[in-house]
């Protein structure tokens, strides 16, 4: 909704707890490098450990930060568990701050 001028609108305590944590996920390295690996789709544990040469328990740490903060979901096939973004939002949060960085 579009404000007017002058007009100042606030979220509440509730909604910007949640955006500060939602950019808490965007504040370690290691998370945005598991979240570009991610953009090109649905990749399994060890490919993104490979990826970001990291180890397995590391990133399935991070992975686990990022399902709850609800930006990722996981797959399990068998032994291997999967992971994707959740969906288009956080690809385009992460696609406009690689664009803001590389544009600056």
């Known amino acids: ?7 100042i609108q606030v979220v509440d305590e509730q909604t910007a707890a ?3 944590e939602l950019f808490r996920a965007f504040s370690d390295p290691t998370r ?3 979240i570009s690996a991610m953009v090109s789709g ?14 397995e328990s590391a990133v399935s740490h991070q992975l686990r930060v990022l399902r ?5 979901r996981a797959r399990k096939a068998g032994r291997q568990v999967f992971y994707s973004l959740l969906d288009e939002h ?4 992460y696609l406009r ?8």
Request: hydrophobic share 50%; glycine share 6%; net charge negative.
């Open 32 to 34: 945005v490098r598991l």
């Open 1 to 7: 909704m579009p404000l007017s001028p002058g007009q």
């Open 68 to 72: 709850q903060l609800r930006l990722v």
């Open 97 to 104: 701050g690689l664009e803001h960085v590389l544009d600056s």
């Open 42 to 55: 649905e990749q399994s544990v060890g490919a993104l450990a490979q990826a970001i040469q990291l180890s």
């Open 90 to 93: 956080v690809r385009d949060l």
């Open 18 to 20: 949640y955006i500060a």
